[in-house]
């Protein structure tokens, strides 16, 4: 396998088709199949998204992929920021249509005409719906698996609210939906309030999740929008206030996508191949069998009680294959925790386990199965996000002057929020603005111009 440090990219391709997560010869360009195991983990990931909303009061929705090009022929810069990267439908059967219809790029046009048919009063706000649906975008830059896609599996959430206020609070309670995922994903992450020129098509203001991966580019892996009422004034989204008087909602969306997979296989994998968050595991637990009279029973037994406590367990009886070459494929596949079954353990009642991410082995008792497992695939967590968080951390760098900016990472610096100054350090350090950090306050003379200036963050970005 390719050296994960050394050639990151390659070790990136190499990965996905040997844990056989997506297969990228599909006839089309930019849309790939997934396969049984990287969709597995896909839809595992979605429904930790689909529980951390769902406690929020999201409601779960299905919009048609379709959308008039009348819906999208509103004079709007959201249009305007998408209309380059958009499919069109223009024939049914060999009929021209009499409306263009276009593939959703992203739901706004899709839902705020219905949006402003199902908003009559304060008492249906706040409205908060999401969707995971597919979305397409004529990417014309290097695609790149789960990274740059043409299809792109979208988490979108929308929200709409009685006052700014509300539509602000809401901003918040993203944060805390994100730091639940994250936790989960094992992920670090900085929140960057996206530069005016960068911010969604649309957007009063983006603040986007970035993490950075071992090849020092950093890469966006969710961000949230804050509309205030640009979208409701053009989608004619209105409430009857409790004074008798109309007024137009605030409202705000929440977008992530297979970037999160991205994050997970870049961050956490090594030179042995995928490491899995347990969360998000196909399989949390395999158990292999080394061959010995008594020895499969004993594995199967093992398998049902753990399935009895719902962990995703199985028992690898397959007849052709070496213990050792099973440890190797499972290593590879990120499987989090393994358990060596022996004739030695079923003499002892035992279990030898190894975690994917921590060295040495560890005996328990057969009996203690159900408490230390799970045990187990907790301490297997803390350390993924510990080493993440090291790994980060490594990566971000604190810059003083124009000269500091080689650093191959995250670079922190004062900056005055120009695009002059971004543009100048774009052309000498090929480093961008990804926004001013989001919860510092520290202050400070541009790095560029020397005039007053906040905390900004800076990356070449995927
Ligand atoms: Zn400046």
């Known amino acids: 396998m390719e050296n994960k440090k050394e050639n990151f990219s390659e070790w990136y391709n190499e990965i996905i088709t040997l844990a056989e997560l997506s297969d990228k010869r599909y006839p089309v360009k930019g849309m790939n199949v997934w396969l049984p195991y990287g969709w597995k983990i896909m839809s595992l990931i979605d429904s930790i998204v689909r529980k951390a909303v769902d406690k929020k009061n999201f409601q779960e929705v299905n919009f048609p992929i379709l959308i008039g090009r009348s819906m999208l022929e509103v004079e709007f810069e959201h249009i305007r920021g998408f209309e380059n990267e958009i499919y069109w439908v223009t024939k049914g059967g060999k009929e021209n249509l009499e409306e263009e219809l276009a593939l959703r790029p992203t739901s706004e046009s899709a839902m705020y005409p219905m949006f402003s048919l199902w908003v009559r009063s304060h008492a249906d706000l706040p409205l908060k719906i999401y969707q995971i649906v597919s979305v397409y975008r004529y990417e014309t830059k290097h695609t790149r698996s789960f990274i740059r896609i043409r299809e792109i599996h979208f988490f979108e959430a929308h929200t709409a609210h009685a006052t700014y206020e509300d539509a602000e609070a809401q901003m918040d309670q ?39 991966l071992p090849s020092g580019r950093s890469l966006q892996i969710g961000t949230i929008h804050q509309y205030g009422t640009n979208f409701s004034k053009n989608y004619d989204i209105k409430y009857l206030k409790e004074d008798g008087s109309f007024d137009y909602v605030h409202q705000t969306t929440y977008g992530m996508s297979e970037r999160l997979l991205a994050a997970i296989i870049g961050i956490h994998g090594d030179d042995k191949g995928l490491v899995l968050p347990p969360d998000v595991a196909p399989i949390q637990v395999i158990i292999i069998p080394i061959p010995g009279s008594g020895v499969l029973e004993y594995a199967r037994d093992v398998e049902n009680t753990l399935s009895t406590i719902n962990i995703r367990v199985k028992v690898d009886d397959r007849e052709n294959y070496t213990p050792g070459y099973k440890f190797n494929d499972w290593e590879m596949r990120g499987v989090p925790l393994r358990i060596e079954v022996g004739e030695r353990e079923v003499k002892n009642r035992t279990l030898t386990l190894s975690m994917r991410n921590i060295p040495g082995k560890v005996t328990i008792e057969r009996s203690k199965v159900i408490y230390e497992v799970p045990d187990a695939l907790i301490r297997i967590r803390e350390k993924m996000m510990d080493d993440a968080q090291k790994v980060f951390r490594d990566h971000v760098f604190r810059a003083s002057k124009l000269e500091d900016f080689t650093n191959e990472g995250l670079i922190t610096a004062f900056w005055c929020g120009s695009k002059e100054c971004s543009d100048r350090i774009e052309s000498e350090t090929e480093k961008s603005a990804l926004g001013f950090m989001v919860g510092s306050n520290e202050t400070g003379k541009c790095v560029v111009c020397g005039k007053e200036g906040r905390l900004a963050v800076f990356s070449k970005s995927y």
């Open 174 to 212: 993203y944060k805390e939906i994100w730091r639940e995922i994250s936790s989960q994903l094992c992920l670090p992450y900085f929140y960057d309030q996206r530069p005016d020129w960068d911010k969604f098509p649309g957007a009063k203001y983006t603040i986007a999740f970035d993490t950075v």
